[in-house]
């Protein structure tokens, strides 16, 4: 595998007496999309600021693409593409206003520059808007603009701190199919956010990041498989069971019975079929059944003890 | 790169100023209505002038009816300060003032032009409202002046008439002095000719007298010549054989002698033994001297002088002296005396400053309140322009790419620094078109102050923001700090309006070295030079902004 774009070693940054990273480290290799996993406050954007080089960390080393920061924040800059959590746009100006602006502050010039607008007004599916004032846009077009913004340049490292936040599907799928394409494209990918889905959808790596720590490190499966958990079965019945209705289903695992309401593990989803069998074989009726496979909110959870969102399974 | 960068974000910034209405609205017409209405408002502070003239109306009642109630009506109505009202009455008058129409009213009383005619004092009557501090002091001091021109008429009126009599009398004068001259002079050459006269006939005389005893002296020396050849002829006939007798005598002795000497020759060695020859007796003298002398010398000799023939004196001719002239004895004609009526006092006023003496009030105003309002379009522009882009996240952004973020906030500076500038022009532009503003003898040189007080006003704008890191405290942090010091910079008012200590705590502002550019250049009408100072001061303090304003922004940003 090739040397990683981004190295973090050992960093630390505090607030005050708030440490909000303490000895960080792990990097992101070109190609794919890294993301930076954990709940709200854990540091993820504190760490994306520091490798944007917005903040200086106090102790360890960053590097991005061989430059050293802080003291090679200059070069580093041209090949970082940041997109930021907030909406960094002037909602007066239109998409390509914003768009011709931030590639200019990026180097590019003249026909480079419009060239670059147009690529990335395709890639975010806003070419049909391009001439409209951003503050005429829904959220889900801005968010697609501030990543557009971000990717001008073709950076070979992009920073994405929570790039979905408050979109709706359909713009959060594209900026997914542009996120891909980047990756596609050869760049090291940073992907913050603290949606499982959306890492276990487009990362390849992933870093758990909680209360400033890095808790584990590796692919999704990796990680999900680090926690030792099984699909879990969730079910509820007309009438309580009698006893033994399980000895039909052996790879099955009871956790729960209380009442109607039963919980099972089972080690492969084939099994679930035989859960069922072992329930109608003992005279009940399945009145809601759910299939929970563990994921990273799981490993998290495992890994930490807390969830990784306070309300889990919602979307801003 | 740096370049380009600079014009996209300058680009950037003029766009999304032309897409703020109520921001343009803001620049443009705001500072234009202020300034109106502060312009008209603030008239009185310099007098009327044609534009933003708002006269004073005045009452006036002229009982007199005579020349001096004409006259003030004349000059009152060729004053623009003050609108006349005539009234019937002196209560009328009074009721004016009473119900605040007027601060001052002017009453000519009956018989004023002829008390002044007669030589008698005579007084104006003024109603005045004290309240109305300025109006009564600008009328008063105008109903002063004229008083005093109309005064001053009358007094050169009499001057000239003084001086037009006198001039005639002198001209009598010199005529009666010419001809008493004549007279004299005719005087003096009858004198003369009598003189003359007489002095000639009393050398005709002696001439005569002259002539006469010349010829009788010819005649005596002619009888005289005669008489002497005569006996000159007498004498020679008389004498002649004496004369022969003496000469053979003579002859006979050098014989004697000859002979002697022959004689004393022979005898040689006994020549001293020979006895002396005898001595001839000699002949008398006068003898000799008779056969010697010619007969002229002798008839002279013996003639008796011819005794002087004396004519008797010629009558003395008696002339009568000619007669005496009268004497003229002229009266002296004295010089007519100088006539001086005493002098009035009067003032000459002189704008040794270059200032027109009626001041135009957007003069001031124009700058004053542009000046404000470019402050509050900085603060605005700049401060809250910074606080937008902080809100919008864009900042953070530009902070991470690769343009140094100080040219990031020096393009925004740039920006407002040229849309600052534009809003300047413009604003004088309509002064200039709207209010007549001067501006002054180089136009050119305004630019200098407004340059000064842009770069100026941007940087504080960029220390305002820097200061106040929310929208709700940039808008009274910078509010009060720019009101003040608009107002105590000389902005609103003339900056003399103020008490000392503050105009000198006024020269730590920008504000008032703009005014005074402003002033110099527009209300003095002085060149470019003038303003080199003032511009350099507010260089100085933008200068001393932009660092402390990019410090503390860069340290707060970092």
Known sequence: ?316 | MMLGGLGAAIRKDLRLLARDRVGLVFLAVAPVIVITVAGFSLASLYGASARGTSPYELPFCDEDGGRIGHALTRALGDEPAVRLRAVATRAEARDLIRTHHAGLALVVPAGTSEALADGTPARLVVYTDPVKYLEVASLRVLVQELRHRVERGARDRAAAGLTKTRAHALVVRRRFERAADHLRRERARVAAALDSARDDAEARIARARRRAAHALDVAVAAVAAEREAAVRSRLAAELAPLQRYFAELSARQRDFTAWLAAVREKAGRLADRMPPPPTMPEPPPQVAALASDDPSTLAARLLPPAAPITLPPAPEIDLPAPPALPDLDLPAFPEPPRAVLPGSLGIDESSVTGAPPKLNTFDQNVPGFSITFLLLGMLLGVSLGLLDERDWGTLERLRAMPMPFTSTLVAKLLARFLVGVAQMIALFAIGRLAFGISLGPQPIALLLPTIGIVFAGTAFGLVVAAIARTREAVLPVGSIVIVTMAAVGGCWWPIDLEPPWMRQIALALPTTWAMTAFNDLMIRRQPLAAAIRPTAVLLAHGLVYLVVGLTLFRRQNA
Not at chain 1, 33 to 49: D, E, I, R
Not at chain 1, 118 to 123: I, T
Not at chain 1, 189 to 203: F, I
């Open chain 1, 1 to 316: 595998m090739a040397e990683p774009l981004i190295v973090v070693e050992d960093v630390v940054k505090a607030y005050g007496a708030r440490t909000a990273l303490d000895r960080v480290c792990f990097s992101v290799h070109g190609g794919m999309v890294t993301g930076l996993l954990g709940p709200n406050g854990a540091g993820k954007s504190t760490t994306l600021s520091i490798i944007a080089t917005l903040l200086v960390p106090d102790r360890g080393s960053v590097t991005v693409a061989g430059h050293r920061l802080p003291a090679e924040a200059r070069p580093a800059r041209r090949i970082i593409g940041l997109v930021p959590q907030r909406l960094a746009l002037y909602p007066t100006l239109t998409a390509t206003e914003n768009l011709e602006f931030f590639s200019r502050m990026q180097g590019l010039r003249g026909r480079e520059a419009r060239a670059a607008v147009e690529r990335v007004l395709a890639l975010v599916a806003l070419d049909g808007r391009a001439h409209e004032p951003v503050g005429q846009f829904s959220g889900g077009m801005r968010r697609r603009l501030n990543l557009a913004c971000g990717i001008l340049h073709r950076p070979r490292v992009v920073l994405l701190d929570e790039p979905t936040a408050g979109v709706d599907p359909q713009s959060r799928e594209r900026i997914f199919e542009a996120v891909e394409t980047l990756a596609r494209d050869g760049a090291a990918v940073l992907y913050s956010t603290h949606y499982m889905e959306e890492a276990q959808r487009l990362c390849a790596q992933v870093v758990l990041l909680d209360d400033g720590h890095v808790v584990a490190t590796g692919t999704p499966a990796e990680l999900v498989a680090q926690t030792g958990m099984r699909p879990r079965v969730e079910l509820r019945t007309a009438h309580p069971l009698p006893a033994g209705w399980l000895d039909a289903a052996p790879v099955a695992r009871l956790v729960e019975h209380e009442g109607t309401a039963i919980t099972l593990e089972v080690t492969h989803d084939p099994d679930v079929a035989s859960v069922l069998l072992a329930v109608v074989r003992a005279g009940g009726d399945v009145v809601e059944m759910s299939v929970h496979h563990p994921d990273l909110a799981d490993a998290f959870f495992v890994l930490t003890g807390r969830a990784l969102r306070d309300e889990d399974g919602a979307r801003e």
